[in-house]
């Protein structure tokens, strides 16, 4: 059983370009979320992807878009870079999706900053 | 916006001695889940609690859930320095996201 990868594990930007995070699920995961933490925060709920359909959403602009692909995969794009996109990203996958029961597999994270 | 807050922020305790981390949320919830993170990397899940449960053990773990008061605490018996680590308790309601608290920082010196 493989676990959650992410890449890259860490990127260095400039204010206003364009990035693209990856994330591989846990084989036989169907569902991943993307979470973003700054620095002493705790994770903050970005979007959720189930059966390549974006399931929900927390408060982020929509500068913040996401894909699934059909082995469940995902991409996080984040257009027009701002200083405070600077974080931790994390990519979590679980079995099930809608209902917010299944445990998450975390990824370790793409540290992103934004100069 | 977090929804979980724990208590305390930060911990530091001798190896062999218990933690106990709190987390106050303020909706409903059909469970709580509780997260370790060692430093910048992933979280790892810890042990899950339904909304009927009380109590929950796992090993050196027991979680309490009180949805009346909505609070719940998590204990680690007979510390470790491998447990030294940020605890995030993560509240999950009727729809599909997870919220997590700010954490708690233990620190077991050896």
């Known amino acids: 059983e493989t676990g959650v990868t992410q890449s890259p594990t860490h990127l260095i930007k400039t204010r206003g370009q364009q990035v693209t995070l990856r994330c591989s699920s846990q084989?036989?995961?169907?569902?991943v979320s993307w979470y973003q933490q700054a620095l002493g925060q705790g994770p903050q709920f970005i979007f959720q992807?189930?059966?390549?359909?974006?399931?929900g959403r927390g408060n982020f602009p929509p500068r913040f878009s996401g894909l699934q692909f059909p082995n469940y995969s995902s991409e996080l794009n984040v257009n027009a870079l701002e200083l405070d996109d600077s974080a931790l990203y994390l990519c979590?996958?679980?079995?099930?999706?809608?209902?917010?029961?299944?445990?998450?597999?975390f990824g370790n994270g793409t540290r992103l900053t934004v100069t | 916006s977090q929804q979980g807050e724990e208590d305390p922020q930060a911990l530091s305790i001798q190896e062999g001695e218990n933690a106990t981390m709190n987390c106050s949320y303020k909706?409903?919830?059909?469970?709580l889940q509780w997260y370790r993170q060692n430093s910048g990397r992933g979280l790892v899940h810890l042990i899950l609690?339904?909304?009927?449960?009380r109590e929950k053990h796992s090993g050196r773990l027991r979680v309490t859930l009180d949805t009346s008061k909505k609070s719940s605490s998590l204990l680690i018996t007979a510390s470790r320095a491998a447990d030294t680590a940020s605890y995030f308790c993560?509240?999950?309601?009727?729809?599909?996201?997870?919220?997590f608290g700010k954490g708690t920082l233990l620190t077991v010196n050896p």
């Open positions: 992807y189930y059966r390549e359909e974006e399931n």
């Open positions: 609690i339904r909304s009927n449960e």
């Open positions: 084989s036989g995961h169907n569902t």
């Open positions: 909706t409903s919830i059909n469970n």
């Open positions: 979590a996958s679980s079995l099930g999706g809608r209902n917010g029961l299944s445990p998450l597999h």
């Open positions: 993560a509240t999950g309601g009727s729809n599909y996201k997870l919220t």
